[in-house]
C-alpha cells in the first residue's frame, strides 16, 4: 500500500445502514400520503355543512383528533429519518475519501452542518449529496476524474421536493392561523396538501438516492480498491478533507 493509501481513513460498508435510513424514509413517505388523504378529507368536509350541530362537532373532533395523530407522526419520523440520515450521509462522506477521492469541495463537516445553517441549509445538503454522488460513482477510480461525473435529474428534485415541503407547510400554518372563513380554511389545507404530496415523492426519491450511493460505493471499492497512485502531488489536506 503507498503512503497516500494509508493515510486514508478505512472504508465502512454502509449498505446495511442504507436499508435502515431506506426503511425509514418509507415509512415517512405513506405517513405523508396518508396526511395527502387527510387534507383532501378536509378540504371535502370544508365545503359541505353536516346536518346537525352534534354530528358536526364529533366530525369535527375526530378530524382534529386525526390531524393531531398525523402531525406527530410525521414530526416523530421527520426525526428520526434525518438523524439516521445524517450519520449515513457522513459515514458516505468518509467513505469518498477511503476509496482516494480527492479535491472535494465540502468537507465532511458539512454533512451536519449544512442542515443546521439557516438559509444555507436551502441549498448546501444538496450541494452535499450531489458530490458525494459523483465521487461514489464506480465508472472511474481516478482520483480527479470524479468531477466529470454527471448526477441525475433525480437528486435536483429530490432536494426542491423537500424544501418546497417546508415552505408550503410554512405558508399552510400562516393560512390556517389567520383563517376566517370556509374559503380561507379550504385554502389552507389545500397548500398543506400540495406539501404533504411533496413530502411523499420527495421521501420516496431519497430512498432510491441512499440505496444507489451506497451500492456505488461498494461497486467502486470492489472494482478499485481503496485507492491509486496519486495523479497529481500528494496534498496533507486530502487526509482530513
Not at 481513513?9 to 395527502?36: D, N
Not at 419520523?77 to 476509496?99: C, D, E, K, P, Q
Request: include cysteine; hydrophobic fraction near 55%; charged fraction near 15%.
Amino acid at each position: 500500500m503507498n503512503e497516500h493509501a494509508s493515510l486514508l481513513p478505512p472504508f465502512v460498508p454502509t449498505r446495511r445502514s442504507a436499508r435502515v435510513v431506506g426503511a425509514l424514509f418509507m415509512v415517512s413517505a405513506a405517513i405523508s400520503w396518508v396526511a395527502v388523504g387527510y387534507d383532501f378529507s378536509e378540504i371535502r368536509l370544508a365545503l359541505t355543512e353536516p346536518a346537525g350541530r352534534s354530528v358536526h362537532m364529533a366530525t369535527r373532533i375526530a378530524y382534529d383528533t386525526i390531524g393531531s395523530a398525523l402531525w406527530a407522526a410525521q414530526i416523530l419520523s421527520l426525526m428520526a429519518t434525518g438523524a439516521m440520515f445524517l450519520v449515513w450521509l457522513h459515514r458516505v462522506r468518509v467513505n469518498v475519501r477511503a476509496l482516494g477521492m480527492r479535491r472535494l469541495v465540502y468537507r465532511r463537516e458539512w454533512t451536519v452542518l449544512g442542515f443546521l445553517v439557516p438559509l444555507l441549509n436551502a441549498f448546501r445538503p444538496y450541494q452535499v449529496v450531489r458530490e458525494i454522488w459523483q465521487a461514489s460513482d464506480p465508472s472511474t477510480g481516478d482520483p480527479m476524474a470524479w468531477k466529470t461525473v454527471e448526477t441525475p435529474r433525480r437528486i435536483a428534485v429530490w432536494w426542491g421536493l423537500f424544501v418546497a415541503y417546508f415552505v408550503l407547510e410554512g405558508v399552510s400554518a400562516t393560512i390556517m392561523s389567520v383563517s376566517v372563513s370556509a374559503r380561507v380554511i379550504q385554502l389552507g389545507h389545500a397548500v398543506s396538501m400540495a406539501a404533504d404530496l411533496c413530502a411523499a415523492l420527495s421521501a420516496s426519491l431519497a430512498y432510491f438516492v441512499v440505496m444507489r450511493i451506497s451500492e456505488a460505493q461498494d461497486a467502486k471499492r470492489a472494482a478499485f480498491g481503496r485507492a491509486r497512485h496519486p495523479a497529481s502531488p500528494f496534498d496533507p489536506r486530502d487526509v482530513v478533507a
